[in-house]
């Protein structure tokens, strides 16, 4: 179009120029199509403008036209077009106002609608005009594609490349590029190297990213932090530890080794015109070499890590979570038998209860079970302590060993540490020292950095002071020993903190799934390993957790007036009573061994009812009862339930069953009677007392006890061989 398209309207308004190159490396290296851009005004003035109403727009510079959000210059130019502020608009070329169709055609609707003409080296167009409006639209296309080609050029051709390997990317802390190969490779500086070791061992150690943040914070140590300059390139320098750099350090591939290309994906939102960086699943990585450079850590180790990582995610279904705090320690590790899924920690009135309420969550459904907290992870407290026996003795040696190996590490981290301060407050001093002493502008502030260098200094060696002073000596066997007798007490005595308990408790258990079966919840313990274990766990409790652990042992081999006499004597709160003792066991379905109920009793138990024993030996139950009182049985008394339970096992049976043959050494008790003219239950006492066998032969159609000399006794020494009918 020639200049006839312009009218007085059109030179009454502004002549803008916009101005715009696509990197700042193009306007650092490339100035000659800039200088085109501008001389764009002298256009504008052969056209009629004058100076005053001619605005150049170049805020823009260095500045991709991919999009209109993050350009300055291109939003104000469209302002100014929707204020009528301006006449005509030149550009270099459409691609230089946009490479895209969207701000493209927003630009010529505008335009269209307040008589805005269009520029460029080639004419005049107007975008009102049908056919000025179908060119500028080809154009706009034209350069849009353009910008895809370019892109996908370049993107092509990094892909090549990063197949091979070959691609420079920007590396993460302690990696760099070998200056004369270009090849990957260790930090060359040491303390940068061995910062990181320390964070990958850390983890292996705790499990847990705050772990290995607030060990290293426990022990005032820092970590490497890569800073980029302009025109400085990149620097190392030290500060306090950040999760940041813990978590770039365990989660990022290139420490196992591993060279990856397309880990992320970018979008960019037209509507709110953000930027979105999305990542991408491991199969959908573009370039996947592992084994390309030195790594930290195998990428087995790396796999093991992430995967560990994504078990303390909370919002994966199948995930334990990190121990977090709270009274429940089995957080994350319940499991309801019944549907499979994982139980949530619920909290009512301050008390703590594993409930599976998924489908009544979600479709209004009954919860499928609950169970106390307290009371399961009491349990399986009591149950994991007991697996301690002497064999942990060598674990807990093997783990001082590596504890030792962790403090040498430490060590050697606070000497590099120290090394490091020292340099740099010998470089601070150095650089002081070769100023002109008169020139007090710059000495004072070299001094003053000196200053602060030795401050440093002195702070860390202060620090490096205190903890050789409070590091404990190494454990001695018998100390260990001493220790683990002493866990159960030193656990129930709350010298541990829960989180130090949760974590433990995660390091034997992968699942605890529990199921509600009457008056008690089961509980299957699934070991690491896969083993296997079951509990039963109360509802109803009505004490501590670890008067429950007490009196479920002393149930098994004492009466209930025996565990009130010991829960009394260990000093539990409230006194206790052999009724109450036996509340307590029948309200929690506690088994023993020394009850009548069959559904309380346990299968396998060392006593049995006067009842059975009568039954078993083929005598009447008052008979049984008379020779517990001579001694002849042996056993114990339950006042409480009025019945008396005989320690029974296979010698018992032997002696009294009738099946003994008799020999020589044996004495009838009759006999015995007969000369000592005493009858026949002191004598059996006297028997029992002293150490001697007293056996129950069958004679014909009846029974008659002897006595067999013990070898213990030689003092009382029986004889005489003469049957006595008893």
Same mark, same amino acid.
């Given at each position: 179009m020639n200049s006839s398209a312009?009218?007085?309207?059109?030179?009454?308004?502004? &002549?803008?120029?916009?101005?715009?190159?696509?990197?700042?490396?193009?306007?650092?290296?490339?100035p000659e199509s800039r200088f085109r851009q501008?001389?764009?005004?002298?256009?504008a003035r052969a056209f009629g403008w004058p100076v005053q109403r001619c605005l150049v727009i170049d805020d823009d510079l260095g500045i991709s036209g991919a999009q209109s959000s993050n350009r300055p210059g291109y939003q104000r130019l469209i302002s100014m077009v929707a204020l009528r502020e301006v006449g005509i608009?030149?550009?270099?070329?459409?691609?230089?106002?946009?490479? %895209?169709?969207?701000?493209w055609y927003q630009l010529l609707?505008?335009?269209?609608?307040?008589?805005?003409?269009?520029?460029?080296?080639?004419?005049?167009?107007?975008?009102?005009?049908?056919?000025?409006?179908?060119?500028?639209?080809?154009?706009?296309?034209?350069?849009?594609?353009?910008?895809?080609?370019?892109?996908?050029?370049?993107?092509?051709?990094?892909? %090549?490349?990063?197949?091979?390997?070959?691609?420079?990317?920007?590396?993460?802390?302690?990696?760099?590029?070998?200056?004369?190969t270009g090849q990957l490779q260790l930090s060359p500086d040491q303390a940068?190297?061995?910062?990181?070791?320390?964070?990958?061992?850390?983890?292996?150690?705790?499990?847990?990213?705050?772990?290995?943040?607030?060990?290293? %914070?426990?022990?005032?140590?820092?970590?490497?932090?890569?800073?980029?300059?302009?025109?400085?390139?990149?620097?190392?320098?030290? $500060?306090?530890p950040s999760y940041e750099v813990v978590y770039q350090v365990l989660t990022n591939p290139i420490y196992a080794g591993v060279y990856c290309y397309g880990r992320r994906a970018t979008r960019h939102d037209p509507l709110t015109h953000a930027r979105h960086v999305e990542r991408r699943s491991r199969d959908e990585w573009d370039v996947f070499l592992p084994e390309h450079h030195p790594g930290y850590l195998s990428l087995d180790q790396w796999e093991a890590n992430m995967a560990r990582l994504k078990n303390h995610l909370w919002t994966l279904p199948t995930s334990q979570g990190a121990p977090r705090e709270g009274a429940a320690l089995l957080q994350g590790l319940v499991w309801c038998q019944q549907c499979g899924k994982r139980m949530r920690v619920r909290y009512s009135n301050g008390a703590a209860y594993y409930s599976c309420d998924y489908a009544h969550r979600r479709f209004g459904e009954p919860i499928c079970g609950w169970a106390s907290a307290k009371r399961v992870d009491g349990l399986v407290e009591n149950l994991v302590l007991g697996v301690i026996d002497a064999g942990t003795v060598d674990l807990a040696l093997a783990y001082d060993?590596?504890?030792?190996?962790?403090?040498?590490?430490?060590?050697?981290?606070?000497?590099?540490?120290?090394?490091r301060l020292e340099y740099e407050c010998e470089l601070a001093q150095r650089r002081y020292e070769l100023v002109d002493p008169s020139n007090r502008l710059v000495a004072q502030t070299l001094e003053t950095a000196w200053n602060e260098r030795l401050a440093e200094l002195e702070a860390a060696r202060a620090e490096d002071r205190r903890r050789q002073h409070h590091t404990p000596p190494m454990s001695t066997p018998e100390q260990i020993r001493e220790v683990l007798g002493q866990l159960r007490r030193g656990w129930f005595a709350d010298e541990f903190d829960v989180q130090s308990k949760k974590e433990l408790l995660r390091c034997v258990i992968d699942q605890v799934r529990l199921t509600t079966k009457g008056k008690v919840v089961r509980a299957e313990v699934v070991w690491q390993g896969g083993a296997r274990s079951e509990l039963d766990v109360p509802k109803y409790v009505g004490a501590s957790t670890e008067a429950?652990?007490?009196?479920?042992?002393? &149930?098994?081999?004492?009466?209930?007036?025996?565990?009130?006499?010991?829960?009394?004597?260990?000093?539990?709160?409230?006194?206790?009573?052999?009724?109450?003792?036996?509340?307590?066991?029948?309200? %929690?379905?506690?088994?023993?061994?020394?009850?009548?109920?069959?559904?309380? $009793?346990?299968?396998?138990?060392?006593?049995?009812?006067?009842?059975?024993?009568?039954?078993?030996?083929?005598?009447?139950?008052?008979r049984i009862q008379t020779w517990f009182r001579w001694g002849v049985l042996s056993g114990k008394q339950d006042a409480v339930q009025r019945q008396l339970w005989i320690?029974?096992?296979?010698?018992?049976?032997?002696?009294?069953?009738?099946?003994?043959?008799?020999?020589?050494?044996?004495?009838?008790?009759?006999?015995?009677?007969?000369?000592?003219?005493?009858? &026949?239950?002191e004598i059996l006492a006297w028997a029992h007392a002293h150490g001697h066998e007293i056996l129950r032969i069958r004679r014909g159609t009846s029974f008659r006890f002897y006595i067999v000399p013990g070898e213990t006794d030689p003092e009382h020494r029986l004889s005489g061989q003469e049957d006595v009918v008893h």
């Open positions: 312009i009218q007085s309207g059109h030179l009454s308004r502004l &002549a803008v120029v916009y101005v715009r190159q696509s990197t700042p490396l193009q306007v650092e290296h490339h501008y001389q764009l005004t002298d256009r608009v030149f550009g270099l070329e459409v691609s230089r106002l946009a490479r %895209n169709c969207l701000d609707e505008l335009a269209a609608a307040f008589n805005v003409l269009i520029g460029d080296e080639d004419g005049l167009y107007d975008p009102a005009d049908f056919n000025d409006r179908l060119l500028l639209g080809l154009k706009g296309t034209f350069s849009e594609i353009e910008r895809y080609q370019i892109t996908a050029r370049m993107q092509r051709g990094r892909l %090549n490349k990063a197949k091979r390997g070959e691609y420079a990317k920007p590396v993460p802390i302690g990696y760099a590029y070998d200056p004369f940068v190297r061995h910062a990181v070791e320390q964070i990958v061992h850390l983890f292996t150690q705790l499990g847990s990213m705050r772990g290995v943040l607030l060990c290293l %914070n426990r022990e005032s140590l820092q970590l490497p932090h890569r800073i980029r300059r302009r025109g400085l390139g990149t620097q190392i320098v030290w $500060r306090r060993e590596r504890q030792r190996e962790e403090d040498a590490r430490l060590d050697r981290q606070w000497r590099q540490q120290l090394q429950y652990h007490r009196v479920f042992e002393l &149930a098994k081999t004492h009466t209930d007036a025996e565990i009130a006499d010991a829960l009394n004597a260990q000093g539990f709160q409230k006194p206790w009573s052999a009724r109450r003792v036996m509340d307590f066991r029948v309200s %929690n379905a506690i088994p023993s061994g020394l009850t009548a109920s069959p559904t309380m $009793r346990l299968p396998e138990t060392a006593y049995i009812s006067s009842s059975e024993a009568a039954e078993r030996l083929g005598v009447d139950q008052s320690s029974w096992s296979d010698d018992v049976e032997r002696r009294l069953c009738g099946t003994s043959p008799i020999d020589a050494g044996m004495v009838s008790v009759k006999r015995l009677c007969a000369q000592e003219r005493k009858p &026949a239950g």
